[in-house]
């Protein structure tokens, strides 16, 4: 599976963003975001399961981020609002087989990432 990312960017604090991530396939996998800070290590973020559709996301994120899949175009989409400048970091999109994992380890394939950037 080929997952790429785009809609990262520079946004000032309280705004929003829309990450897309393009995979190849969609198939049985669940999809997530996970995201990378400088100095930290990689976090799960969100997560849709292809089976039923459930979510899990993160404390940090609940009520400002949304994620969606559209499996007739195999994309996964990633709705961030009121963004915070602990927001920042490189966003990863990550797909594994069956169910969500919000564990690094667990991820079957990884997107190359992509940057958002939260500064006035």
């Known amino acids: 599976v080929q997952l790429v990312e785009s809609g990262g960017g520079l946004v000032q604090p309280g705004g929003s963003l829309r990450l897309s991530c393009a995979a190849s396939?969609?198939?049985?996998?669940?999809i997530g975001w996970f995201r990378q800070a400088p100095g930290k290590e990689r976090e799960g973020v969100t997560c849709?399961?292809?089976?039923?559709?459930?979510?899990y996301y993160a404390d940090s994120v609940k009520g400002r981020f949304t994620i969606s899949r559209d499996n007739a175009k195999n994309t996964v989409y990633l709705q961030m609002n009121s963004l915070k400048p602990e927001d920042t970091a490189v966003y990863y999109c990550a797909a594994r087989k069956s169910r969500c994992t919000v564990l690094p380890g667990r991820v079957d394939y990884w997107g190359k990432g992509t940057l958002v950037t939260v500064s006035s």
């Open positions: 396939e969609l198939g049985d996998y669940a």
């Open positions: 849709i399961n292809r089976s039923d559709g459930s979510t």
